[in-house]
């Protein structure tokens, strides 16, 4: 792993990345289902959910999902491998052309998934995003989920001889502002980017980045658990890549670094400090 000696951009995503949870989903759900179905519903969901992250479900993570067609989508080489319903037969595609930016979203954590549900279940824009704001305040409040990993925290506070530190989410400032607080990382990254618009907008940064400072493509490394949204951007442009997550996938795109826990990210982060040390940055 002699790239690591390179690295001066440290990019991290925040949610299944800085913190694991997996207890937001059933109320999530509830707040998604209410009124359609009762608790009967939303727990048929639930196990809905629990069957795709744990890879028994046809929808796999690594794949996609397609509003228009309800259905998965194996994406590879930049191109539509195939496509299956719900049950995970496949489905022709009779010469349907899909938008991969407007009508498919990549399945690569839990948040991802809950997405793909609401797709198929078509509940409207509106309640989704009511939904959204309301499990993100939970989250904080009632809740209580969203908990930091004291050796990550210190580890990126400790990080200071790198030459510039981001955290992009895609949420909201209004929903993520005191996701950041409560991980007890204010003031640990030289920019946070809230709205981050992955996967474009985080090609955008990093290309108006690099030309603005003279970097080069392999002395950035991301780090996130969505690949589509975190990785697949930075690698194009010829970054480094670091997969973090407790699931398996069936994305087949590979990356310099596969983590599991936040104790793996914990350990990564040391030794990415310890390696500046020794390679000081110029």
């Not at 489905?91 to 809950?114: K, M, Q």
Request: hydrophobic share 40%; aromatic share 10%.
């Amino acid at each position: 792993m002699e790239w690591i000696n390179n690295i001066q951009v440290l990019l991290l995503d925040m949610d299944g990345t800085l913190y694991q949870d997996e207890s937001f989903i059933e109320p999530y759900l509830s707040y998604l289902f209410q009124g359609h179905g009762g608790n009967s519903g939303v727990s048929m969901w639930q196990r809905e959910a629990e069957s795709i992250l744990a890879g028994k479900h046809a929808l796999k993570i690594g794949h996609f999902f397609s509003r228009s067609l309800k259905s998965g989508v194996e994406y590879r080489n930049g191109e539509i491998a195939g496509l299956y319903d719900w049950e995970g037969k496949k489905i022709e595609p009779s010469g349907a052309s899909l938008d991969i930016i407007r009508d498919i979203h990549y399945i690569g954590d839990a948040w991802g998934v809950v997405g793909a549900i609401a797709d198929y279940a078509d509940v409207p824009a509106s309640v989704r995003t009511q939904a959204f704001m309301n499990i993100r305040r939970d989250m904080i409040s009632t809740l209580n989920c969203v908990k930091p990993h004291d050796g990550v925290t210190a580890a990126l506070r400790g990080l200071k001889s790198i030459r510039h530190k981001v955290l992009m989410t895609n949420s909201p400032e209004e929903a993520a502002l005191d996701f950041v607080s409560r991980l007890g990382l204010d003031d640990a990254f030289d920019t946070v980017i809230y709205g981050g618009n992955k996967p474009q907008g985080l090609a955008d940064y990093l290309q108006e980045y690099m030309n603005r400072h003279g970097i080069s493509p392999d002395q950035i490394v991301s780090i996130g658990d969505n690949a589509w949204n975190d990785l697949y951007p930075v690698k194009k442009l010829g970054g480094r890549t670091i997969w973090i997550s407790p699931y398996e996938t069936y994305d087949e795109e590979k990356w310099d670094l596969r983590l599991r826990t936040l104790d793996d990210l914990e350990d990564f982060l040391v030794k990415l400090k310890e390696r500046l040390a020794i390679h000081p940055q110029r």
